[in-house]
């Protein structure tokens, strides 16, 4: 089929419109994604803070949000795009309408951002955000989950659910800031399947889907830690 | 009191939702309670359930109940609800809630209502407004299940529907007036301004605005199913329409097919004939363009143009191309160059820049063809580049030359197809028209001064 498909190139749809795109071979999967979609994405570029990935005007190493919070709660991240109106519709599509192809693809996109930022961390258990049982059965899936099983699957590390949430929030795009960081206080906990595990040898990577503020994702390391975590680093599809 | 069987009966009747679309429209129900109502409701008959995606082990065989959608657009995925690794969800109707394999769709049978409706004055009719109506109730008191309306652009359609409408309702029927995504917001404030009591008394379950995608969540309800400007399979229609329910399709091309129905309305308000369509045949449009040569029929068109103090479209098939052009512009003709814009792609930008273009803030508009929207401008005319390309298809081309000229106060306009080819569709539009035209001439609707 190779001969064929070299000779007659299908040219596949731009992941997240109805463009056609021209492939090659080897490419990353940013090539899915047609020059429209990919301006208006807008893949975060250097220079960018050390631990939350925010895009910096000039090489000053942290932002004034992280040097707010005391450095053992910091988690570093890496980010995909910035958090721009379409990512916004690309997350409102795969969040709240369902539509779990896209998991595939802005997993693809995350793998990428992980491969190239945490080169040589020896990543040994990716997790996820967890959601509360009652926003998961009324969603039907939890998005973080299906973004890290996708990471997990592409580099070759096993994906766990070491996080439970034991109490609901209100979803963290209709709060402030500070209620955000409020709301998740003592939100999670260490899942009955983990706790079975001793977690100080392993390095984690900790999955979500938006960073805002960071109240979500320090709180789960947090967690984390407090069972014995040693090193967490965190990624996200958009910040 | 939102549990009661007869309740719901009474909210959701003649509407085809999903579990999650109840839950959503009636907020702060107990999920047991409202089973147990449904359940009675469906022993008594007044309710059916089937799954939302029908499954099955041959592709051909599965199916989304709620859009009909194949097993192109069937997704399997890890349900958090029914804990199958094998979950199938449509991804065709996503946007209106997900149908999943283990969900059910809810069918509330119709219930017959009358329609306390008080007719109100109509607004005058033209005579070729009159016979167009006329000719539509006829067929519509007659055996035809599918009606096809032929009516010129700028024809007074509102004020035909209007009429309708009101005959319609008065005879106890129920309607359903399907419209494009973006003109029904349009389309209703004008019907509001023609007829204000017939909206504020109708809306409701007898008289429903709305898109292709809502008539999926009705059930049998409507008698007449009005297709505005939209083309609907078939699926989406036969669920909403009862079961001696007729469609009538109002479009712009003579359909081919020959066995409906078909009502013309040739002529527009202003009586003037249609513009038919020029084709200019220029060999090497394409290259011409890439190397900055001069074309003659796009320079004599933009002068001509200028010359009429005019404004005008230059339509092309897609962006790409209209980025060709403008590079054109800037190089052989620098002159128009700052009275030229483009519009690529729908945002907010472009909607701008036809408000701009509408209050003539300048004079040539270059568009890829499915962006092209109507815009009421008196002295605006019409050139369509590639006009044989294959994206570009005779209802579009029809729809696009009938866009122009329906002001009255300069019903001559100017339509220009370049290519380099003259294809079928192109013959088919320039007759379409003649044909329009002398249809109005032979039936007597033309101004005599035209």
Redesign the interface.
């Known amino acids: 089929m190779r001969w064929w498909s070299f000779l007659f190139p299908i040219h596949p749809n731009c992941w997240f419109c109805n463009q056609s795109k021209v492939q090659t071979f080897l490419s990353s999967s940013w090539s899915n994604i047609c020059e429209?979609c990919l301006g208006l994405l807008s893949p975060i570029q250097n220079p960018t803070c050390h631990v939350c990935f925010r895009s910096l005007a000039d090489d000053s190493g942290i932002c004034c949000d992280c040097l707010m919070v005391a450095i053992e709660d910091r988690v570093q991240n890496v980010s995909a795009v910035a958090y721009t109106s379409k990512a916004k519709k690309v997350i409102s599509?795969f969040k709240y309408?369902?539509?779990?192809?896209y998991a595939k693809y802005i997993g693809a996109m995350m793998r990428d951002v992980v491969e190239v930022h945490y080169r040589g961390i020896p990543f040994s258990v990716i997790t996820s955000v967890p959601l509360h049982h009652k926003r998961?059965?009324e969603?039907?899936?939890?998005q973080s989950q299906l973004l890290a099983e996708q990471i997990g699957k592409s580099i070759g590390i096993p994906t766990l659910n070491l996080l439970e949430r034991n109490k609901p929030s209100p979803p963290q795009a209709s709060l402030g800031r500070a209620d955000r960081i409020r709301s998740l206080q003592n939100s999670f906990q260490i899942s009955e399947e983990a706790q079975q595990l001793d977690l100080r040898p392993h390095t984690i990577l900790l999955v979500d889907d938006v960073y805002t503020t960071g109240s979500t994702i320090r709180e789960c390391a947090k967690t984390l830690r407090s069972a014995g975590a040693k090193t967490i680093y965190s990624t996200t599809f958009a910040r | 009191m939102k549990s009661d069987p007869l309740f719901l009966y009474r909210r959701f009747t003649g509407r085809r939702l999903l579990w999650s679309e109840i839950m959503k429209s009636l907020e702060k129900i107990d999920e047991k309670q409202l089973q147990t109502a449904l359940e009675v409701l469906e022993e008594q008959g007044y309710v059916t359930k089937e799954p939302s995606i029908q499954t099955s082990f041959w592709a051909i065989r599965k199916k989304c109940n709620r859009c009909g959608a194949g097993s192109l657009y069937l997704e399997k995925s890890s349900c958090a609800i029914c804990k199958e690794r094998s979950c199938v969800y449509c991804t065709k109707c996503l946007h209106r809630g997900r149908a999943k394999s283990c969900s059910f769709i809810y069918s509330f049978q119709p219930m017959s209502q009358s329609i306390d409706f008080h007719s109100e004055p109509s607004y005058p009719l033209r005579p070729a407004q009159q016979k167009t109506l006329v000719d539509i109730q006829k067929l519509l008191h007659g055996q035809s299940r599918s009606i096809y309306v032929v009516m010129v652009a700028g024809a007074g359609k509102i004020s035909i529907l209007a009429a309708l409408f009101q005959q319609l309702l008065s005879e106890q029927k129920h309607i359903f007036w399907c419209l494009p995504e973006k003109e029904v917001e349009q389309n209703l404030n004008q019907m509001k301004l023609l007829m204000p009591n017939l909206v504020k008394q109708c809306l409701d379950q007898s008289f429903v605005v709305g898109t292709k995608w809502d008539l999926l969540s009705y059930h049998q309800q409507f008698d007449v199913l009005l297709l505005d400007g939209v083309e609907v399979p078939p699926f989406f229609s036969n669920g909403a329409l009862a079961k001696e329910g007729q469609q009538v399709q109002i479009g712009l091309p003579f359909p081919r097919n020959q066995q409906t129905s078909l009502v013309v309305h040739p002529v527009r308000l202003h009586q003037y004939p249609l513009p038919i369509p020029k084709f200019i045949h220029y060999r090497g449009l394409r290259r011409g363009l890439q190397l900055n040569k001069p074309i003659e029929p796009l320079r004599l068109f933009i002068e001509e143009i200028q010359s009429l103090n005019g404004q005008a479209w230059i339509v092309v098939p897609s962006k790409k191309d209209g980025k060709m052009v403008m590079d054109w512009i800037e190089k052989v003709m620098p002159v128009i160059k700052d009275k030229s814009r483009m519009i690529g792609e729908e945002n907010e930008n472009a909607e701008e820049l036809r408000i701009l273009f509408s209050e003539q803030k300048f004079t040539f508009l270059i568009i890829p063809h499915y962006l092209l929207k109507s815009i009421r401008i008196a002295n605006l005319h019409l050139c369509v580049l590639f006009a044989e390309h294959s994206s570009i298809e005779r209802k579009r081309l029809v729809e696009m030359s009938q866009l122009v000229g329906i002001h009255a106060y300069f019903p001559c306009c100017e339509v220009w197809f370049v290519g380099e080819e003259n294809t079928n569709t192109i013959v088919q539009t320039k007759k379409e028209h003649i044909y329009l035209n002398e249809l109005a001439k032979k039936e007597g609707y033309l101004n005599e001064r035209a």
Do not use: H, K, V
Request: charge should be neutral.
């Open positions: 429209d599509r309408l369902g539509d779990e192809r998961l059965t969603r039907g899936f939890n």
